[in-house]
């Protein structure tokens, strides 16, 4: 990506190798992204750091290494939208951009995969990426995100509508006490009340399951596989129309 874009963002010259490097190479140890961009050890440490609290990277560990790679490139397009208006013409910059990203995010993809997110930042680009689907499916939502993040969420949500992507929403049994009525292309049942407990929620969305738990720091933890989400699926529909209630 053009690092007069990155730059603009507020990334470092040294966050900005590190995440080309990511951008060009996938998922990479840091010894390879080390051998890419020629920091020192420890202050590539410290870049991974903050590019994960910023949510564009995020990594998993495989066989006892730690493999780090970019986010959905989408995430950019939502850091920018939390800005000002006067940042309107580098979100164009940045969609003109986009079509790359994506084919480049995508071809370093591989068909399984997992990836754990960490902070409120790497929540929302779990977020951001449902925006790639038509469909999500949430089970034991309790609208964690919403409350959490209100400003964040209805910038995210109007452009949730803009592309049409609907939700079929399994909620806690308290929301209903909560909820007046659905979200514009959304559709919700409640389950018992024995199904709730601690603030967790899991979403499904094209292949890709996420389990996020709300707390002090945020967390998710994303699967990607086309079979364990078709999986997930038929779990939602079974639970849909033989537990939950309108």
């Known amino acids: ?20 490097t990511l951008l060009t190479k996938g998922k990479s140890t840091i010894n390879n992204i080390h051998e890419s961009v020629g920091i020192e050890r420890r202050n590539i440490y410290d870049i991974l750091n903050k590019l994960i609290e910023k949510g564009i ?33 580098l979100k164009e910059d940045v969609k003109k951009e986009m079509p790359m990203l994506l084919a480049s995010y995508a071809f370093k993809k591989p068909p399984i995969d997992a990836t754990v997110f960490r902070g409120s930042e790497g929540v929302k680009a779990v977020w951001e990426d449902m925006l790639s689907a038509d469909l999500v499916y949430w089970i034991g939502s309790g609208r964690y995100t919403p409350k959490k993040y209100p400003e964040w969420f209805a910038g995210w949500n109007r452009r949730r509508i803009e ?78 129309e033989n537990v939950a209630k309108a």
């Open 1 to 20: 990506m053009q690092a007069e874009i990155l730059r603009k963002l507020g990334l470092s010259d040294g966050e900005i190798k590190v995440y080309n």
């Open 163 to 240: 592309k049409k992507c609907k939700w079929v929403n399994l909620m806690r049994s308290e929301m209903r006490e909560e909820i007046r009525e659905p979200l514009k292309l959304e559709t919700i049942r409640f389950l018992p009340k024995e199904w709730s407990g601690n603030p967790t929620v899991m979403g499904i969305f094209g292949n890709k399951i996420a389990n996020i738990v709300y707390g002090d720091s945020d967390f998710a933890f994303v699967i990607e596989s086309e079979e364990l989400a078709d999986n997930y699926r038929r779990y939602h529909r079974y639970l849909w």
């Open 57 to 89: 990277i995020t990594y998993v560990t495989e066989n006892k290494h730690r493999l780090f790679q970019i986010t959905h490139p989408s995430k950019i397009i939502g850091y920018i939208e939390e800005k000002e208006r006067s940042w309107e013409d």
